[in-house]
């Protein structure tokens, strides 16, 4: 998980990196006839994945105390919720985006928009999923610890990159 | 008159191809734009494209050698 996860961080440097060069060489970005992004919706969103990373954070210090095994459930699937809480809303703003008229092909920002933050979204709902059957396997009390160190590694890259895509993204 | 062959004929249409296919093209990353923001953003986007595997490597290393450390701290522990 940690060779798939350095290769996942070279393939967003990749992509910042050419979002900024093409940033770089306009006079006004985001183009003035482009909308603008919902910055303060996204940033409690923001909030929202943070604390689903948190609660994956106390989830797995919960997972190895024997005294309370519930308390680990509790908590993955509150991370869960958080986490798909976080994704839904990214769908719907991208609904909103695209009623506005920002699209794949409306502007280079548009394009480059959807493909950074939809790069994320598909990583997110992959996490998810993966999260999703770790905490059906520690239901059943099959989950070991090694499975569930490497779903966290993957969550928390996709926690982790995020604040990240949302400054570069969002505020600039 | 030397006679041409079919190889020579075929090496000058190729040639002549060669030079006529081709169009201006935008070889570098930073070619559409000569601002100076652009060479900041191109020399920022290398460092960072550069730096970050050597950085995870090294962080792999360290991570490694920190889990021999304890697995042979605790073999000594063991041991005594």
């Known amino acids: ?38 910055v303060n919706a996204t940033a409690i969103n923001t909030l929202v994945l943070l604390a689903s990373g948190f609660m994956l954070f106390r989830a797995e210090r919960t997972f190895g105390q024997a005294k309370n095994p519930d308390a680990a459930k509790i908590l993955l699937r509150l991370s869960i919720f958080l986490g798909t809480i ?11 985006l695209i009623g506005f008229g920002l699209t794949m092909t409306s502007s280079t920002f548009g394009g480059f928009f959807y493909l950074i933050i939809g790069a994320h979204g598909s990583h997110a709902l992959a996490a998810l999923l993966v999260l999703y059957l770790m905490q059906r396997k520690l239901h059943k009390n099959q989950l070991s610890r090694e499975e569930f160190w490497a779903s966290q590694i993957f969550w928390y890259f996709v926690v982790g990159v995020w604040p990240i895509l949302y400054i570069l993204v969002y505020l600039n | 008159m030397p006679a041409v062959n079919l190889k020579q004929k075929t090496g000058v249409i190729m040639v002549l191809f060669a030079v006529w296919l081709p169009q201006s093209a935008l070889a570098c ?4 734009s000569a601002r100076e ?22 962080g792999f290393v360290i991570w490694i050698r920190r889990r021999f450390k304890r697995a042979e701290g605790s073999d000594i522990k063991a041991s005594v």
Do not use: H, N
């Open chain 1, 1 to 38: 998980m940690i060779f798939f996860v350095a290769m996942e961080i070279m393939f967003f440097a990749a992509l910042i990196s050419a979002y900024m060069i093409v940033k770089s060489g306009t006079l006004f970005w985001p183009p003035p006839d482009q909308p603008r992004l919902p």
């Open chain 1, 86 to 96: 976080f994704v839904v809303f990214q769908g719907y703003e991208w609904v909103k």
């Open chain 2, 29 to 32: 990353s930073v070619c559409f």
């Open chain 2, 37 to 58: 923001e652009t060479r900041a953003a191109f020399y920022q986007t290398t460092a960072l494209l550069t730096l970050l595997p050597l950085f995870m490597l090294a």
